[in-house]
């Protein structure tokens, strides 16, 4: 005798049990700030749980690099690392850090080098230091086949000769956490760079920046990547800056993880939601849109499965 479905009983399809998440991939958490000493396996499954699937971990020094190397290995497939040397960083350089970073960048859990950049904003290391180290981490990002993360910051035309030195670099280029103007971002699309988008989103309200861009159609979805930036960057999806009509459109599900677990003193991957749902009514896309695009930017910019 055939089988008959039952049709009043409910049949629980996975899929559609999540469709409430995005995919999302993180690509600039930094999970191994002393902030997330205490709770991190919580802080993972929120962010598991509000749709994140992978978290790549920048890296500012040799010690944070390691560091978030062990964490890949103990988080298989979730977290991934990075291998560089912050410009504020650089007055650390020293001769065996190249070898270091290169057997760090080896290991298949390390998918970029950096952060590394300029950063003429704050006299923590020198400009001629700066420059010295941004080029040997460019040289072993080439050498590795890695892509790079890059800092900018008050030393457009410095950094623009760099890159400009050693073109074609060949491997993809992201500007991590990106908070420049909109003529500086012109210049990095313009050299097929990546931009990474944060919660800064929320209080540019220069007329020049982020925001510009977004309007203006200048930085589209196929060069774009989310990243929380935690435990910095908090999405205020409360700033006056933000249209009424904007406020509305944010979920509730999204709001509750933003809402319940992270500040402007914490902030965590789970944050992600919001801010993908923020970018989509810049450009009038689709959260899941938004959400989709940008996780395949990341898994073909960074090789992840």
Request: aromatic fraction near 8%.
């Given at each position: 005798m055939a089988f008959q479905p039952n049709s009043t009983v409910k049949v629980l399809d996975p899929i559609r049990e999540n469709y409430d998440n995005y995919l999302l991939i993180d690509?600039?958490?930094?999970?191994v700030n002393k902030k997330f000493s205490r709770d991190l396996e919580s802080v993972l499954q929120r962010a598991k749980?509000?749709?994140?699937?992978?978290?790549i971990v920048p890296c500012t020094?040799?010690?944070?690099?390691?560091?978030?190397?062990?964490?890949?290995?103990?988080?298989?497939?979730?977290?991934?690392?990075t291998a560089g040397i912050h410009p504020h960083e650089a007055k650390s350089w020293e001769d065996n850090y190249y070898d270091e970073l290169k057997d760090i960048a080896k290991n298949p859990e390390c998918v970029a080098i950096g952060i590394c950049g300029l950063d003429y904003n704050k006299?923590?290391?020198?400009?001629?230091i700066q420059r010295k180290v941004f080029e040997l981490q460019i040289s072993l990002a080439k050498e590795m086949k890695k892509p790079i993360m890059l800092h900018?910051?008050?030393?457009?035309?410095?950094?623009?000769?760099?890159?400009?030195?050693?073109?074609?670099?060949?491997?993809?280029?992201?500007?991590?956490?990106?908070t420049g103007s909109f003529e500086e971002a012109t210049d990095y699309i313009?050299?097929?760079?990546?931009?990474?988008?944060?919660?800064?989103?929320?209080?540019?309200?220069?007329?020049?920046?982020?925001k510009k861009l977004l309007s203006a159609g200048t930085l589209t979805l196929d060069r774009i990547l989310v990243q929380s930036d935690s435990p910095f960057m908090y999405p205020n999806a409360r700033a006056a800056n933000l249209t009424d009509a904007?406020?509305?459109?944010?979920?509730?599900?999204?709001?509750?993880?933003?809402?319940?677990?992270?500040?402007?003193?914490?902030?965590?991957?789970?944050?992600?939601?919001?801010?993908?749902?923020?970018?989509?009514?810049?450009?009038?896309?689709?959260?899941?849109?938004?959400?989709?695009?940008?996780?395949?930017?990341?898994?073909?910019?960074?090789?992840?499965?």
């Open positions: 690509v600039g958490s930094n999970m749980d509000s749709g994140v699937q992978k978290i020094s040799l010690r944070t690099s390691k560091e978030a190397l062990r964490l890949a290995r103990i988080y298989p497939g979730s977290i991934y690392s006299d923590f290391s020198s400009p001629d900018q910051k008050g030393a457009h035309e410095d950094f623009l000769k760099i890159i400009k030195t050693h073109l074609p670099l060949m491997l993809p280029a992201i500007l991590h956490s990106f313009n050299l097929g760079m990546y931009i990474g988008i944060t919660g800064g989103l929320c209080k540019d309200s220069s007329g020049s920046g982020i904007l406020k509305s459109s944010l979920t509730q599900r999204s709001l509750g993880f933003l809402q319940r677990y992270c500040t402007f003193h914490r902030n965590e991957p789970c944050s992600l939601p919001i801010l993908v749902e923020l970018l989509a009514g810049f450009i009038s896309k689709k959260p899941d849109e938004v959400a989709l695009a940008t996780s395949i930017n990341a898994l073909k910019i960074f090789g992840m499965s």
